[in-house]
Nanobody
Framework: QVQLVESGGGLVQPGGSLRLSCAAS????????MSWYRQAPGKERELVAS????????NYQDSVKGRFTISRDNARNTVYLQMNSLKSEDTAVYYC?????????????WGQGTQVTVSA
């Protein structure tokens, strides 16, 4: 059974930090680009950060550059999102996505999301 399970969300004060984890099972996640997306109430889901299968290349949304760091541990089938200097506008449900381009199409898996609330 394919699963992506996010954890690590919660309530944090502005300026604080959280580390999200996404544990993959049921497929070879080390062959997938892994990404974190977020969706705030009333807004569309947006890409926050992504990392290639080997971890050699990562990309970030401009609003999180210098504050968030995506990383992965392929031995543990886990991807992380370290979030520092959190702001109220970072409040959202954060989703993990696995994506791989295949010869016949694209393989995509999503997690169920974890809530991050930044508030005093």
């Amino acid at each position: 059974q394919v699963q992506l399970v996010e954890s690590g969300g919660g309530l944090v004060q502005p300026g604080g930090s959280l580390r999200l984890s996404c544990a993959a099972s049921g497929f070879t996640s080390s062959m997938y680009t892994m990404s974190w997306y977020r969706q705030a109430p009333g807004k569309e889901r947006e890409l926050v950060a992504s990392i290639t299968a080997t971890g050699g290349v990562s990309n970030y949304q401009d609003s999180v550059k210098g504050r968030f760091t995506i990383s992965r541990d392929n031995a543990r089938n886990t991807v992380y999102l370290q979030m520092n200097s959190l702001k109220s506008e970072d409040t959202a449900v954060y989703y993990c996505k696995a994506n791989r381009l295949l010869n016949w199409g694209r393989s995509v898996y999503w997690g169920q999301g974890t809530q991050v609330t930044v508030s005093a």
